[in-house]
């Protein structure tokens, strides 16, 4: 790359997080503004035995992994700002818990991060990369599909990178632009090798991301950042698990079925309510929950049970 090159470069990475909001102004709010175009509602009390506590999603996601890194010696998180509790405040606490060996920031590069998250888990680590925006995934793009995804192939089962989970930010708030407003999981869900996992509420979030830390493959953990504070729910405050690659049957219906994940899981919500009471068609309700593998057995079976 050519001087004009490198500086054009650094040009769009400033003008990115100055203008785009990079870094602690990326999480507010504009005035007067109403961002989302759904209600959250909280699913059913936690079926799992123990303690539980209110929890917004950033702050279940935090109890995940203060969870792994109590449970797990070997856990490392890393990432942009995960030092000071980051953006959206989900690593808040742990490094002053933990230590900043075991929490810590890395340099603003994005195929560094997952590409050194590659080389922790294939030491037999476990690795939580953090993506500071999911918009921001693409220069790791091709660490994430032709490294972590192939490396147990490539290497005919004699190593692996398995224990990487890569977190990011996912979706729309309302006013975050280009840069902050990506869903970037189709680039992903071609890519045999990897686990894509999205959830809808807090609740889901923790024992979602829990089973991804827990995976023999790595992970792609998206967050619906419009939920971080808009929902919360009561979550246990010990560690579970949900399974990946288990579709939930949200709500029954005769006529037709919608199949969703993350936010959008609350929008069909309100369109299969809609659809009863405006045009008397019966709506299935299917959160997908993991984007790769997905549980096409629960789709389609339910699907065939119309024709």
Not at 105 to 113: A, F, M, S, V, Y
Request: proline share 6%.
């Amino acid at each position: 790359m050519g001087l004009a090159g490198a500086m054009g470069l650094a040009g769009l990475r400033a003008a990115r997080g100055v203008l785009g909001g990079r870094g602690r102004r990326a999480g507010g709010s504009l005035p007067g503004r109403r961002a989302a175009h759904f209600t959250f509602q909280p699913g059913a009390e936690p079926a799992q035995p123990g303690h539980t506590q209110k929890m917004n999603l950033f702050q279940s996601i935090t109890s995940a992994l203060d969870n792994v890194l109590s449970k797990d010696p070997t856990a490392v998180i890393f990432g942009e700002d995960v030092a000071f509790g980051g953006v959206f405040r989900c690593t808040v606490g742990l490094r002053d818990k933990y230590g900043k060996d075991r929490v810590f920031n890395t340099p603003l590069c994005e195929q560094g991060i997952v590409g050194f998250g590659i080389g922790v888990a294939v030491a037999g680590a476990t690795a939580i990369a953090e993506i500071q925006f999911a918009d921001y995934i693409y220069p790791a793009f091709d660490q994430i599909v032709n490294e972590a995804a192939k490396y147990r192939y490539r290497s005919g089962d004699l190593f692996n990178c398995g224990s990487l989970t890569i977190r990011a930010p996912w979706g729309c708030v309302g006013h975050g632009a280009l840069y902050h407003s990506q869903s970037p999981e189709a680039f992903f869900a071609h890519c045999p090798g990897l686990k894509v996992v999205i959830p809808r509420s807090p609740l889901e979030a923790k024992g979602l991301l829990l089973s991804c830390i827990e995976d023999k493959n790595p992970c792609i953990f998206f967050e619906p950042k419009i939920l971080y504070r808009a929902a919360v729910e009561q979550v246990p405050v010990e560690p579970y698990y949900i399974p990946l690659s288990q579709a939930e049957v949200l709500q029954n219906g005769s006529d037709v079925t919608l199949v969703a994940w993350g936010t959008q899981v609350h929008v069909i919500k309100e369109v299969a309510v809609m659809a009863q009471e405006k045009l008397g068609v019966s709506c299935e309700v299917i959160d997908l929950k993991t984007i790769l593998p997905w549980d096409a057995d629960t789709v389609c079976k339910n699907t065939l049970l119309r024709i």
